[in-house]
Structure formats: C-alpha cells, structure tokens
C-alpha cells in the first residue's frame, strides 16, 4: 500500500501562486509515474499534469506554461507549483501514484482562485 498526502492548497486571488505538495509514505519501493489531477465541483477529476520516475512530463493544455510539476524522487515526493491561477482552476487537487500496476490518490487539497 501506498499512502499519498497532500498539502498546500488554500484561498489564493486570481494570478496569484501555489505550491502543493505530496508525500508518498508506506511501499514506496518501485513507484513510477506520479502526478496530480483535479475536480471542480460537479465535474468529473481530470487530469493536470504527471511525471515519471525518469523525469518526463505531461500537462493538460489549459495548464501548460502555467504550471511546474517536479519531483524528489528521494524523499518519494511530488510538487505542483501553480502561476497565473484562474477562477478556473478552482478544484481539489488530487496526488496520483503508480507503483507497479496498482494507482494510489490522495485525499484531496482544496485550491480556491477568487478575489
């Protein structure tokens, strides 16, 4: 089992900046691709952004040159550094692990972009 946590989100204004945080703790050894995805009230969770144990990235198009994810892979932890934050991207945010062929999320962090 892997236990994701996340943290960091909050109120922030309209092209304000956040950065969430998520530890894996538990079986953390062979964990691959990890990421972050996100659901706005009555939508369904949508895909932001992963990237891989090597470093490769993906970002759904509305985040792209706006968003930053990373990760240390030593301390089994994935970032998310939001810019330019919209009304539009208020959801919670939810951590994504793999580890071998099992899919492991977080409880959710709440991100709210309002004046």
């Known amino acids: 089992q892997v236990q994701p946590v996340e943290s960091g989100g909050g109120l922030v204004q309209p092209g304000g900046s956040l950065r969430l945080s998520c530890a894996a703790s538990g079986s953390i050894f062979r964990i691959n691709t990890m990421g972050w995805y996100r659901q706005a009230p009555g939508k369904q969770r949508d895909l932001v952004a992963l990237?891989?144990?090597?470093?490769?990235?993906t970002y759904v198009d509305s985040v792209k040159g706006r968003f930053t994810i990373s990760r240390d892979n030593a301390k089994n932890t994935v970032y998310l550094q939001m810019n330019s934050l919209k009304p539009e991207d208020t959801a919670v945010y939810y951590c994504y692990v793999v580890r071998g062929s099992m899919n492991y999320w977080g409880k959710g962090t709440l991100v709210t972009v309002s004046s």
């Open positions: 990237i891989t144990s090597t470093g490769s990235t």
